[in-house]
């Protein structure tokens, strides 16, 4: 089945500096969804982008799609250690579809 | 606010017992969905349903059942609970294809 692929699986940084993931998928989609888990909770939903749409903001969160490329990446500016956490891109194609999940990118802010 | 209500948040069964977790929305969603995540593998879809009484399977359906008998509430069966089904088991719901899915907390289950 299709599935989101994000990059890196880990990414340490240090407060203040700007956090990039990428998320990768194969076939066609209608939109792609970004969602952060802390540790052993559930998934909140952070952003939502729809095909037809190349960037999208929100607050300090900057998502940007490329469907010619099949990617996708969020940017956290100015990250905070309250920022660690897992992040996954879903993406969600038509009909009863369901979203499908890529494995996640750790992120690690240190104070 | 939105909610998705898991039952159990941690629970511990032996094997070969019947496990049925239990997940209620009150946002009146049609679609409803069970994944389950483990390390390494991400989420993986176990069954949706799209409707009150409807079911599909998802990725990962071998060893579950599920029903949903009335629009709010979505339980995941395990009928014969075996160690290889020790996850994290997540909830969630959304109006319809192509909007935000909202999950649950989770609920941890080992089986010893």
């Known amino acids: 089945s299709q599935q989101g692929e994000e990059d890196p699986q880990a990414l340490s940084i240090q407060e203040g500096e700007n956090a990039t993931m990428n998320c990768s998928y194969k076939t066609s989609i209608n939109n792609l969804q970004w969602y952060r888990q802390n540790s052993g909770r559930g998934l909140v939903h952070l952003i939502l982008?729809?095909?037809?749409?190349r960037e999208k903001h929100s607050g300090r969160l900057r998502v940007t799609l490329d469907t010619s490329k099949k990617s996708s990446s969020l940017l956290i500016t100015a990250s905070r250690a309250a920022d660690t956490a897992s992040y996954f891109c879903a993406t969600d194609n038509s009909g009863y579809s369901t979203l499908t999940f890529g494995k996640g990118t750790m992120l690690l802010v240190s104070p | 606010d939105v909610k998705v209500t898991q039952s159990s948040r941690y629970l511990v069964k032996r094997t070969g017992e019947k496990v049925f977790l239990e997940c209620v929305q009150d946002m009146d969603h049609e679609n409803m969905f069970w994944y389950r995540q483990d390390p390494g593998l991400g989420l993986r879809l176990i069954y949706f349903s799209y409707d009150v009484k409807m079911k599909e399977k998802g990725d990962i359906p071998e060893g579950y059942s599920v029903s949903r008998e009335k629009k709010e509430r979505f339980s995941l069966i395990l009928e014969s609970a075996s160690t290889n089904q020790t996850s994290m088991y997540l909830c969630?719901?959304?109006?319809?294809?192509?909007?935000?899915?909202?999950f649950g907390e989770g609920s941890w289950l080992t089986v010893v």
């Open positions: 969630a719901s959304r109006q319809g294809a192509g909007n935000t899915i909202y």
């Open positions: 982008i729809r095909s037809n749409e």
